[in-house]
């Protein structure tokens, strides 16, 4: 259930809000801050390019590997506890980064951000959910996700900016500066809910596989794990390593147009999120239809590039970077699953459960382009051939497949449950004819 926040405190309610917003931006930064120093990375640990992808690689499978452990983390201590946690263990992977002189430390160092990135977003999610009114949840959520991402600018500019003016350690000394200093404004500012602290009851380890057996076994869950994997993967793998290389190396555009191509998905994601949060508040029981047309939607426009014969048109191009842009909002409708179908105590674990599906798929992904391409590619060369990148990407169609499917069975299971409830899903035309004349469109519906 979603707490109800306190009509007479609006500016306490922003303040917890603007300080679990600075954690999430934070870990955000943390998280891409060795992308844009990779060039620096390969000089200082004397490594290749596989090397620093490995640091990449490793830092997403601890943070997909630990979403399910921190979630029950979450429900036994709250999410301040956690946020704390994190964002001191991410400060210490930042420090070692820093003093950091062989490869084996800088892993060891990664293995640290990613753990307590974790641990961040999921407790922002929390707070929001308890902070916020029910019907206002999904597009807080969406604002959460799309100004957290100003932590990746931080990264690709004034980071850039002190590692050429200062050296190495200082820099990398600086960001877990950042880190200290969201702890004390979490440790200060933030509270649980409005009503307190929110600490679950110790449990056994029995009670602990019990209650991640009914998170599992919740088909709502497993509808949001399947609709954070089917939206996530595809725009995550191109904006966070193959997009570059694909616009650059295979679609030979010069690198100012690849970088601004870069920059419009993270634009039009900032417009699009706001509106997706919108909509799921006002139709709460059709959220799987919009996960369905941003999948069909996505893949289309790849399917339409990878075809095209010889290098895409600049237009279409623009045009598959506009889909790629509606899938990390996409996403983000996963976690209202998690928010609306599950009781208080089983929020954290089962969004720990929703946030794994995008994660692996991504890293499966992105081992898996990167695999077909070093088949299809002479040696050690990094010059693919447009033919190699199309089979690449081909990789791409089996999670299209295995997530629109589990979207389609679960949203029946889901479906199946609310009608012996005696929750009446209207047709989705009179549906919207209702919310279009003011009325509710789903008069039965829950209001979790």
Known sequence: MTATTPARAPLRVLVVWAVALAAYTVAVFHRSSLGVAAVQAQERFST?????????????????????????ALDRFGPRRLLLTGAVTMAAGQLLLGLATDVPSAIAARVLVGTGDAMTFISVLRVISFW???????????LTGILGQVGQVVAA?????????????????????????????VGVALRDSPAGPVRGPAAGLAQLRRGLAD??????????????????????????????????????????TAAGLLTLLVVVGMVVGPLFGRLVGQWPLRRSNLVLAITAATAIAWTTVLLWPGRAPLWLLVVLVLVLATNGPGSMIAFDYARTENPAERIGSATGVVNVGGFLASLL???????VLDLLTPGASTAYSLDAFRAAFAVQYLFWVLGAVGVVRHRRQVRARLAREGVVLAPLHLAVGARLRGRSAYPLAPTR
């Open 48 to 72: 290749g390019a596989s090397a620093v992808a490995l640091f990449l690689v490793l830092q997403l499978a601890v943070y997909a590997a630990l979403q399910i452990p921190v979630g029950v």
């Open 132 to 142: 916020f009114p029910g019907r206002t949840v999904p597009l807080v959520t969406q």
């Open 157 to 185: 500019y004034p980071l850039v900016a002190l590692l050429r003016g200062t050296s190495w350690p200082v820099t990398f000394a600086g960001a877990a500066a950042t880190g200290v200093l969201v702890a004390v404004l």
């Open 215 to 256: 998170t599992w076994h919740e088909p709502g869950n497993r509808l949001g794990l399947y609709t954070h994997l089917v939206t996530q993967f595809s725009g995550t793998v191109f904006a966070l390593l193959w997009g570059y290389p694909f616009l650059t190396v295979g679609q030979g555009l010069a690198p100012a």
């Open 365 to 371: 992904t992105i081992l898996g382009v990167g695999a």
